[in-house]
């Protein structure tokens, strides 16, 4: 079972950055694809960003609205993955969640494909 606990949310003025930053623990995480949501206030939990399981390089993926802003990277030695966010809009608002996935095949924008989930942290971006 692993379990995954985020942090570095906050509240920042627009144009601002934030790192955000996903423990997992219990599990191989070198194995693990992992993955970003976010979840604003009346609206459906929708992907961020992604990056693919350790191999001779980790392929990452991003939702167009934070392309260019925001960055996935992992520390499989401190088992970690983090979310650098920079240039923040107040639409950017949301929960952000951390999620894994151990399948071999993974549609990394599906909520449907991961299997474990963190309990979130709130990012708030002031106009």
């Known amino acids: 079972q692993v379990q995954l606990v985020e942090s570095g949310g906050g509240l920042v003025q627009a144009g601002g950055s934030l790192r955000l930053s996903c423990a997992a623990s219990?599990?191989?995480?070198?194995?693990?694809?992992m993955g970003w949501f976010r979840q604003a206030p009346g609206k459906e939990r929708e992907f961020v960003a992604a990056?693919?399981?350790?191999?001779?390089?980790?392929?990452?993926y991003y939702v167009d609205s934070v392309k260019g802003r925001f960055t996935i990277s992992r520390d499989n030695a401190k088992n970690s993955v983090h979310l650098q966010m920079n240039s923040l809009k107040p639409e950017d608002t949301a929960i952000y969640y951390c999620a894994a996935s151990n399948r071999l095949i993974v549609a990394e924008r599906s909520t449907d494909s991961y299997d474990y989930w963190g309990q979130g942290t709130q990012v708030t971006v002031s106009s």
């Open positions: 990056i693919a399981a350790i191999s001779l390089y980790s392929p990452t």
């Open positions: 219990g599990g191989s995480f070198s194995r693990l694809f």
